[in-house]
């Protein structure tokens, strides 16, 4: 699973006008459900997401998570963020998922960010959705599950 994390002050995500989902001070994360992905990457990125330490505390920066924050998480499947640009112009989405896996995997990402505690909303997965938001800092980072499987990494 790939994400694409935002601090933000406010965001929602719309499908054909109607708000599905709207949080507070929180995480935006777009993810991507990879075709070799598993249910260790659900618990992974569920974790790594809700341990994040983005949040400012007074004058510390990076101090808090987004619980100790009292923020929630809005979860967007977003299956473009796992394009491979490599190669020509135009972007492969063969790394991507296929469509079932990437539901219900997703599905479990979000009950997951729940079962921790964490607020967590969503979009409509496979829709067209407009995403509106307000990235607190700018803070946007990137979270990858397939970290996990390389083994520890300095910091």
Do not use: Y
Request: one cysteine or more.
């Amino acid at each position: 699973m790939i994400a694409v994390v935002q601090r933000v002050t406010r965001a929602s995500v719309q499908v054909v006008e109607e708000t599905v989902g709207s949080i507070g001070t929180g995480l935006l994360a777009l993810v991507a459900v990879c075709g070799d992905d598993g249910p260790s990457d659900v618990q992974w990125m569920a974790a790594k997401l809700c341990g994040l330490r983005i949040f400012r505390h007074g004058d510390k920066h990076f101090e808090l998570d987004v619980k100790q924050a009292g923020g929630a998480i809005l979860l967007v499947s977003n299956f473009t963020v796992a394009a491979v640009t490599r190669h020509g112009r135009r972007p492969s989405f063969d790394r991507a998922a296929p469509a079932v896996k990437g539901a219900e995997l997703f599905a479990n990402l979000v009950d997951r960010v729940r079962n921790l505690g964490v607020p967590a909303e969503t979009g409509r997965f496979g829709a067209d959705m407009v995403v509106h938001l307000a990235n607190d800092g700018p803070v946007t980072v990137i979270v990858d599950s397939a970290e996990s499987r390389r083994g520890s990494t300095p910091g």
